[in-house]
C-alpha cells in the first residue's frame, strides 16, 4: 500500500513525504474481505497523513469498468442514462455496488462517459480502517482512471489514432486503448501472489484479445498504431512475460512514479474530476463531522469573544474606578484649602463692608431724613448693612407719598432700585412700605 503527502510551497505543489507498507496479500484477489494485517498498515499510515484530506484509490480489478456512447452532453440527462444502464452493466444486484461516472469527451451532442460499478464491500473493507483513525476522503476513485490522467496529462498518450496502454505491476496489470487520447476501454487484472508471471501473461493476452475484438465489433476495425508498456520497477518479470505473450509489437517505458505520488499531485493542483466513489454515508457523516467542528469552533470563538468582553468591561470598570478613586483623593487634597479660601473670601467681604461706611446706617438715615417731604412720618426704619433698606411710615395725603418716592428715584445717594407698595388707608392717613436696594444685583 503506497502513501505520499504533498504541501503547498512558492514553486507549486511539493513531495512532502511518501512511503509504503507491506501487508499478506490475497490468495484471491477479487475477494472484498481485506487482509487481517491491513489495520496495522492503516494505523501506521494515518500516522503520517495526520487527518489530512485523503484521495483513496482502490485498484481498478475491484470495479467494473465501461465506457459508454451517450447521447447528451449534459451532466444531469448523462447522470439519469447512467442510473437506466446499472442493471444492464454489472451482473451483480445494484444495491450492493458502488457507482460513478465520468464524462470523458465532448463532441457534436454526445459524449464518451466512463461509467464504474465496484461492490460496496470493496470500498469499505479499503477506507474502514482508515476512517477508524480519523481520516476523511476527499474522494474515491480507481487506480486505472488515475493511470490515464496522470499519462494525459503528462503527454505521454499520442493525441492522433488509436493507441494501447500497458501498465505492469507486481500485483497484475491495467491496460487501456485510447483514441484522440480519450479511452476507449479499461481493464484491470489482479495477479495472485502465488501464479507465475508466464500464467499471469497467458491470461492478460487472452483478455486483450476479448476486449479488442469486443472493441472492433463497437468502434469499427481501426488497427492499433501504437502499443506502450509502462512497468513499476518491481514488476520487470511481469513486463518480460507480457512482452513474449502479447502478439503486438510494444514499446517499453517506465512508469513516471509511484501512482500514491502521481494521483496526490494531480488532485492538489487540478480540480477534482466527477469521478467520485465514495459512499453517501461517508459524505453524510463528513458534513456533520465538518458541521460539528464548525459548532464548535464558533462556540469556542463566542465563548473567547464573551471572555475578551467581560474582561475588557472589568478592565474599563476597575480604570474608572481607579480614576474616581484618585478624583477623590485629588478632591480631598483640595477641599479643606478650598473651604478655608472661601471663609477668607467671607470674612474680606464682611469687612469690606463694615469698612465702607458710604451706605451706613446713619448715611442712609441722614439722605432719607433730607429727602423726605414735608407731612410724610417715619415709623419704622429697618437697616441691612450690604443689602437693603425697609422704609414704613405714613402721610396725611398719598401725594407726599409719592413725592417722596420720586426723591428718591432721582436721588444720586440711593443708585439702585426702589419698590413702593400701595399706600393703604387707615385711620384718616396713608400708611406705606418702601424697599431700598443698596446693591445691584438685589434689584
Not at 298 to 307: D, H, K, S
Not at 373 to 399: C, D, H, N, W
Request: contains cysteine.
Amino acid at each position: 500500500m503506497e502513501w505520499a503527502i504533498y504541501r503547498p510551497s512558492h514553486e507549486g505543489w511539493t513531495l512532502d513525504r511518501t512511503g509504503e507498507e507491506h501487508f499478506e496479500s490475497l490468495s484471491d484477489p477479487s475477494l472484498s474481505d481485506p487482509p487481517s494485517s491491513l489495520p496495522a498498515a492503516a494505523a501506521s499510515i494515518a500516522k503520517q497523513l495526520a487527518h489530512r484530506p485523503t484521495l483513496l484509490v482502490i485498484p481498478a480489478s475491484r470495479a467494473i469498468q465501461r465506457i459508454l456512447a451517450v447521447p447528451s452532453t449534459d451532466e444531469v440527462e448523462i447522470a439519469g442514462i447512467v442510473e437506466l444502464q446499472l442493471e444492464t452493466l454489472s451482473p451483480f444486484p445494484v444495491e450492493t455496488l458502488l457507482h460513478s461516472f465520468e464524462i470523458l469527451q465532448k463532441n457534436n451532442g454526445s459524449s464518451r462517459v466512463l461509467v464504474a460499478l465496484t461492490p460496496r464491500k470493496a470500498v469499505e473493507a479499503a477506507g474502514v480502517p482508515f476512517r477508524q483513525r480519523g481520516l476523511s476522503f476527499s474522494r474515491v476513485t480507481l487506480s486505472t482512471f488515475e493511470w490515464w490522467q496522470t499519462l494525459f496529462r503528462q503527454r505521454l498518450i499520442p493525441a492522433q489514432g488509436r493507441h494501447l496502454v500497458f501498465i505492469a505491476s507486481p500485483d497484475g496489470c491495467e491496460f487501456f486503448v485510447t483514441e484522440a487520447g480519450i479511452p476507449l476501454l479499461m481493464r484491470a487484472l489482479p495477479r495472485p501472489p502465488t501464479q507465475p508471471p508466464e500464467a499471469f501473461a497467458a491470461e492478460a493476452a487472452d483478455e486483450l484479445s476479448y476486449s479488442l475484438t469486443a472493441l472492433s465489433l463497437e468502434y469499427g476495425e481501426t488497427p492499433i498504431a501504437d502499443a506502450t508498456l509502462f512497468a513499476e520497477p518491481d514488476a520487470l518479470p511481469l513486463a518480460n512475460a507480457l512482452r513474449t505473450r502479447l502478439a503486438i509489437p510494444l514499446r517499453e517505458e517506465p512508469t513516471p512514479g509511484r501512482l500514491a505520488e502521481l494521483a496526490a499531485k494531480r488532485e492538489a493542483e487540478d480540480p477534482p474530476p466527477h469521478f467520485d466513489l465514495t459512499p453517501t454515508e461517508w459524505r453524510e457523516e463528513e458534513r456533520q463531522r465538518q458541521f460539528r467542528n464548525r459548532l464548535a469552533s464558533a462556540t469556542i470563538g463566542g465563548l473567547l469573544l464573551w471572555t475578551l468582553l467581560i474582561a475588557a468591561l472589568e478592565g474599563w470598570t476597575r480604570l474608572q474606578e481607579n480614576r474616581i478613586a484618585r478624583l477623590a483623593q485629588e478632591l480631598d487634597a483640595v477641599r479643606r484649602p478650598a473651604q478655608e479660601v472661601r471663609d477668607l473670601i467671607s470674612r474680606v467681604e464682611a469687612l469690606s463692608r463694615y469698612r465702607d461706611t458710604t451706605y451706613s446706617a446713619l448715611e442712609c438715615l441722614r439722605e432719607i431724613s433730607l429727602l423726605m417731604p414735608q407731612g410724610v412720618e417715619l415709623r419704622q426704619y429697618k437697616f441691612e448693612k450690604g443689602r437693603a433698606i425697609t422704609l414704613s411710615g405714613e402721610a396725611p395725603a398719598s401725594q407726599p407719598i409719592y413725592d417722596f418716592k420720586k426723591a428718591l428715584d432721582t436721588s444720586s445717594f440711593f443708585r439702585f432700585q426702589k419698590r413702593l407698595e400701595n399706600p393703604t388707608r387707615v385711620g384718616g392717613r396713608e400708611n406705606f412700605r418702601m424697599a431700598i436696594a443698596l446693591r445691584e444685583d438685589l434689584e
